[in-house]
């Protein structure tokens, strides 16, 4: 089990530019979530998918965001016309079909600044 | 929709120090309720958790229970050292699709 790994780990880009991130969950994980953390703050909720199946989006992700998860494995979350605002920690999670008690697995976040 | 509020920090103690740090929640239906912990550097990992209410859930000698009379779930631990200093994050979850609500977050420093 090597956990969940998400690249790169640091993306510095200049505003306008586009950006995209990719999770790759523990295997046979079936949920994947994605989280935006800010400074000080703790992580918020952006979007959900349940193998293939993107379930849930969050009132934060602009259209301006995207996320796949294509084959129902790796994930990826696309920021078009980046803002300032947008500078922050992306964390992926996974966790296996559901179950009351089912904790998540984070992986260790890829930091965004735009400049 | 659901919410988590944890006691401001940062919180600075003295090893061996007693510690408590408030959780309360709101949520519609019975959320599970965890605590994540988070190292400088490193990403959040699940410290404790508790699915149902009377629930405690320990580890590495923290404690918390699911008290749902007083919807909170305090974290405990009778004494604390210096590698517990981190960020400390109480979440709920489990009613839509099991995504997490968090805290904001406690920064915890232990001084030898």
């Known amino acids: 089990d090597t956990g969940v790994s998400q690249n790169p780990r640091h993306k510095i880009t200049k505003r306008g530019q586009n950006v995209t991130f990719r999770c790759d969950p523990i295997?046979?994980?079936?949920?994947l979530y994605w989280y935006r953390q800010t400074l000080g703050q703790g992580p918020e909720f952006l979007t959900y998918?349940?193998?293939?199946?993107?379930?849930?989006k969050s009132r934060l992700l602009s259209d301006r965001f995207s996320a796949e998860r294509p084959k129902g494995s790796f994930s990826t979350l696309e920021i078009q016309r980046t803002e300032q605002g947008d500078s922050a920690m992306y964390l992926c999670?996974?966790?296996?079909?559901?179950?009351?008690?089912?904790?998540?697995?984070f992986g260790p976040g890829t930091r965004l600044t735009v400049l | 929709g659901d919410s988590v509020t944890q006691m401001e920090g940062p919180v600075t103690l003295s090893e061996e120090a007693f510690l408590t740090i408030n959780c309360t929640y709101t949520a519609t239906g019975y959320p599970s309720l965890f605590w994540y912990v988070q190292y400088p550097g490193e990403g959040l990992q699940l410290l404790l958790k508790a699915t149902k209410a009377d629930d405690k859930g320990s580890n590495k000698g923290f404690e918390a229970t699911y008290r749902k009379e007083t919807t909170s779930f305090h974290l405990e631990k009778g004494s604390v050292q210096v590698s517990d200093s981190a960020v400390y994050f109480c979440s709920a979850g489990g009613t839509s699709y099991g995504k997490l609500t968090f805290g904001q977050g406690t920064i915890l420093t232990v001084h030898p």
């Open positions: 998918f349940q193998n293939e199946a993107q379930l849930e």
């Open positions: 999670a996974s966790s296996p079909p559901f179950r009351a008690g089912n904790e998540q697995f």
């Open positions: 295997s046979e994980h079936n949920r």
